[in-house]
Structures are given as C-alpha cells and as structure tokens.
C-alpha cells in the first residue's frame, strides 16, 4: 500500500524581475495561471492535501489557492525556502504521508515525473529531490553526490569552486515523509551567504541521521522555472509545442504545428484539420472531422462534428455550430447556435441568435442584437434565406422556410415560408442619364 501524498506550493517570493503588478505565479501559460498548473500537477499525482504558500504582498495567490480547493499558508516575512515550507506545518497538522514541495513558478513538470519523486520514498528513500543537467548550471543549488546516493545540497553562493563545477543541479522538486520533513525543518539554521532558511538544508541533516537520500534525474525543459518574461514566453512556447503534439498523437492535423495557439482546456477531435494561424482562447470544443481554416480567432464555443470554420471566422463565447455548419471568411458569432448544416459564408456578425438547420444567411447580414441597453434574440427558422446585406433587428423571429429579400431592414416577426421585404420600392426613369450626362456638360462649359 503507497503511503498517502501531499504537496506544498510555494509561491511566497517575491517575482520581482517580472516588473508586474500581478504576482508571478498569477502569469499565465496555455491561458492558465502556473499557481494553478502546479496545483493541478500535485492532485494528477495523487495528492490528498495540497497547501498553497502566500506572501503578505500577494493575497491573490491565497486567493485562488482557495479557489481551487487548497488550503492556503501565509510566509510573512519570507525567510526562505525552508522556512516557507514551515509555515504550512499546521495546514498539514495530522498528515502522516509522504509530502512533497513544488514551486508555483515552474508550470511544465509532468506527473510521470511527480511520480518518480514519490517512487523513491516508496522504495525505501528519506528524502528524494528532483535534479537535472542543464547546459549552465548557473546559480541552481548543486547536488552533491556520493556512492549513488544524495549526499547534500550546496547553494550556489554558499558552494566552493569545486562544488561549482558540479553540473547535477536542484530543480526544488523535493519529497520527504511529511513528519520527518518538519523535524528536519526544526533543525535548519539561516547561517549562511543568503541568510535565509534553506530548505535544501535538510537533505544533509537526514543524512547526518544516517538516513538516506536519493536525487531523480529529470529533464531541463520540464523544469523550467519562470522568473521574467523572456522565461514565462519560453514556458509558453514549451507548452504550445507540447499540447500540439499531444493533439497530432489524438489524431488531429496541425498543417503548421508552430502557428496554432491552444489553451489549457481546448478539446479537439479526432480528424479535424487545424490550417495555419488559428488561435483558440480558453473554452473550444472542436469535434471530430470539422475543419478549421487559417487565420481564425475561436474562444468559449463548440464546432460540432465536421462543421466548417474560416478562413478568418471569429467564434466568440457562446457560439455553438452545429454538425455540417458552416461559418466562412470575415463572420463573427457570439451567443448563437446553428443548427446542422446552416451556413453564414461571408461577412456577417451574428450575435444573440437561433439559426435553423440548413438555413443560408446572405453575406453582409447583421443581427441588430443591441438597442444601447439590452441584447435581444434573433430567430431564424429551418431552412430560411437570409438575403445578402439584410439588418435583423432583435428581438425578431424568421420562420421556417421564409426569405428575407436583399438589402432589407427586418424588425417584424416573419411568418414561415413568406418573403419579407423590408427596403424600399426600386424606381426605374427611363432615359433619364442621357439627359443628365447632358446637362452636367451644359453647366461645366459655362463655367
Ligand atoms: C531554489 C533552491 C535551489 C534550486 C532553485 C531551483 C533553496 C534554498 N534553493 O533557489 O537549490 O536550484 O530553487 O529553481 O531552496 N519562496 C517562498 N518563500 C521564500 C522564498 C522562496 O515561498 O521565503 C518560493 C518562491 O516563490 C519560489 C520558490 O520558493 O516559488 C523558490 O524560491 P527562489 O528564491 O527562486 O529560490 P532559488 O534561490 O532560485
Ligand atoms: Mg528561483
């Protein structure tokens, strides 16, 4: 039987290389805060508690800790990392498995690895910290190994030069039983280069304890950690390139993988085909077969199975576009559904609206859904033609089957299968521009 999990985020520092007034770990990735992406790796690896760890400078990240169901820890003032953890002691009060620390800064770790970490307590480790090797170990804490085994952990200021050149470094990944943790915690000084609590201290006090402690080799680009922009975009980037390719595996065809923009939560089928320069905010529903086509903007909607989408669709919240629609070049859609096989093929805004099975809105077509106060709905029956250039003023119904003739103003309800023609009634002078034409020249001459 594993030992049950916890984990505790830390979020309590500062950021201040970010320059923003949101706090770091409120910076998102794939559409996302990365608080609640470490949140959400700890419960995928099966942690029963989790503890977000807040600053006094950033009551958000408590915040939306609680938002998501964690219980929260205030770290104030921040005395390290060490110190940091200790501060969740008594949001851990009688948790007696295994807990593990994670950064609210480092979104890309995957639970396969997660569970790594956890393995070695279960296999008999103390304490098991995730390394890797990076091209420049930089000012990482280095991981001092001996005999296979973990034997400490140097911050970089703190380490000498031979400790330097050490390439194995600490990503801050680190898993302890939950107690023996805390003893160990009890046990930490703040004498050294920073001043500060170091967490990473306890890995030479277990070892002292002749307990033992082992380093899990991870992979750089997963632990990737976020301190400014350039860091957050590359975070960014790393993402895109992941979650595409988990998207080309499930069966989709990205034609240009590096132009397409997912969010957190986008779901796409099976066979649909993605064209260059899509972007999908959070929220999308692709189904299976539909087809987006280059340079569309979709967020909050469904694309029913094989629906047609662009090039250059606009799909706004609310937008629900049913099997075998259609929705083509320069069309915006908020708030509305189409039926199966309806189609808007160009140029028309299309907002608060019911649109029938296979029923054509004209190019140029625009739902009048707002009177400067409130919106209103636009129905439009099965199978009804919307002429080109029509303005429907909401709240209206078209029936089923009717036409609405080109060019017209629609503001009263249309009773199924009959024509509406809301312009006004063409009037032909016959030899008039002759005449005109001839009069014009008269006035130029005498000028
Ligand atoms: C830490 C590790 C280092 C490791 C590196 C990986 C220690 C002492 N050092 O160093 O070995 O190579 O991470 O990136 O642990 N935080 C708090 N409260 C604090 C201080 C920090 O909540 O008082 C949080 C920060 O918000 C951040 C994380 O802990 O999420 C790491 O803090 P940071 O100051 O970046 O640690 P490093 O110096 O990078
Ligand atoms: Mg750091």
Partial sequence: ????????ILAAGLGTRMKSDLPKCLHQVGGRPMLEWSIDLARKTGAERVVTVYGRISPQIGELGEANKTLTALQDPPLGTGHAVQCAESAMAGFTGNAIVLYGDTPLITPQTVEKVFAALELGASIAVLGFTPEDAGAYGRLVVKDGLLDRIVEFKDASEEERAIGFVNSGVLAAPALLLFELLGEVTNDNANGEYYLTDVVG?????GLKAVAVEGDEAEVLGVNSRIDLAEAEASWQRRRREDAMREGVTLTAPETVFISHDTVIGRDVIIEPNVVFGPGVTVEDGAV??????????????????????????GADIGPGARIGNFVEVKKSTFGPGAKANHLAYIGDADVGAKANIGAGTITCNYDGFGKHRTVIGEGAFIGSNSSLVAPVTIGNGAYTGSGGVVTDNVPDDALALGRAKQVNKDGWAPRFRAAMQKRKAER
């Fill in 1 to 8: 039987m594993t030992a049950p999990r916890a984990a505790i």
């Fill in 292 to 317: 987006i086509h280059a340079f569309s903007h979709l967020e909050g909607c469904v694309v029913r199975a094989g629906a047609d989408i662009g090039p250059y669709a606009r799909l706004r919240p």
């Fill in 205 to 209: 006090l277990a070892r002292k304890r």
